[in-house]
């Protein structure tokens, strides 16, 4: 993995409100990476899933723990593909997440919750969880898409 | 977001605006049940067209809902869907439990 280029990083607090202020951001920086409409939406429900279950189920809703989030360009492969991505990194200092929660419910139970991973495995390309030095640590990737070959080449 | 009801006759119907998520989906299922559980309307209808975005809270108000409208005998239907919220009820495979209508008309009349 080579190239990393910064886009954005956010320091927040683990309050519901600032949700809202995190999805406009996402929204506009998928736009500006030249997502399409659907992928900006997906991108915008993974990284929104992602801090509702660290405010859930980390901070267990307490309002006023740290959150950062950083937004990468990287080059990587991943999930069989090879190429440019938008690489998201969620980071908490919560209580350890239970690996066996990863693998969210069957859809088939019809009943609230439960959904959030779900979600996110279905926004994102790939997913990959540690803990770390205390902290959680969600790695989120979005493969960018591949532009057009110029006219006439 | 923001929520409002208008009553006809033996239904409710709650017209929805803005974001429904971990924030705010608590002003969402509050209003439901009790109109459900408490005033036992026989029909409750959701007008979902103002919703910029929904996510697994959201949704999870909305199955509350129709659990508690199974519960006690009541129709819970949506209408208004938008292609943000088709989207995330796809997306959740719960789309094909909820009674769905195109327009208002529909929802109350049939």
Redesign the interface.
């Known amino acids: 993995m080579s190239g990393r280029s910064l886009l954005l990083r956010m320091e927040l607090r683990s309050n519901?409100?600032t949700?809202?202020v995190v999805?406009g951001a996402v929204a506009q920086l998928t736009d500006r990476l030249g997502f399409s409409e659907?992928e900006c939406?997906a991108v915008?429900?993974g990284v929104?899933?992602a801090m509702?279950n660290i405010?859930?189920h980390a901070y267990a809703g307490h309002p006023d723990r740290p959150i950062e989030v950083l937004f990468r360009r990287i080059r990587t492969s991943s999930c069989g593909k090879n190429g440019e991505a938008l690489e998201i990194i969620l980071e908490d200092r919560g209580k350890r997440v239970d690996r066996a929660k990863l693998c969210g419910r069957a859809?088939e139970d019809?009943?609230?919750?439960g959904?959030?991973l779900?979600?996110i495995r279905?926004?994102m390309d790939a997913l990959e969880f540690r803990r770390r030095n205390g902290r959680n640590q969600l790695r989120l990737v979005k493969f960018l898409p591949i532009p057009e070959p110029p006219a006439g080449s | 977001m923001q929520i409002s009801a208008r009553h006809l006759d033996k239904i409710t119907i709650f017209d929805i605006s803005g974001d429904i998520d971990l924030a705010t989906s608590p002003e969402l299922r509050k209003p439901l049940l009790r109109e459900l559980r408490e005033l036992r309307t026989p029909r409750v209808v959701l007008n979902l067209k103002a919703v910029r975005y929904i996510d697994s809270s959201g949704v999870a108000s909305l199955v509350e809902g129709l659990k508690a409208s199974r519960d006690v005998g009541a129709r819970f239907i949506l209408f208004g869907l938008n292609t943000t919220v088709r989207e995330v009820l796809q997306l959740s495979k719960l789309v094909r439990i909820f009674e769905i209508c195109e327009s208002e008309e529909q929802a109350v009349a049939t």
């Open positions: 519901p409100e949700l809202c999805r659907p939406r915008v429900l929104d899933e509702t405010i859930r859809l019809v009943k609230p919750g959904l959030g779900h979600f279905e926004s």
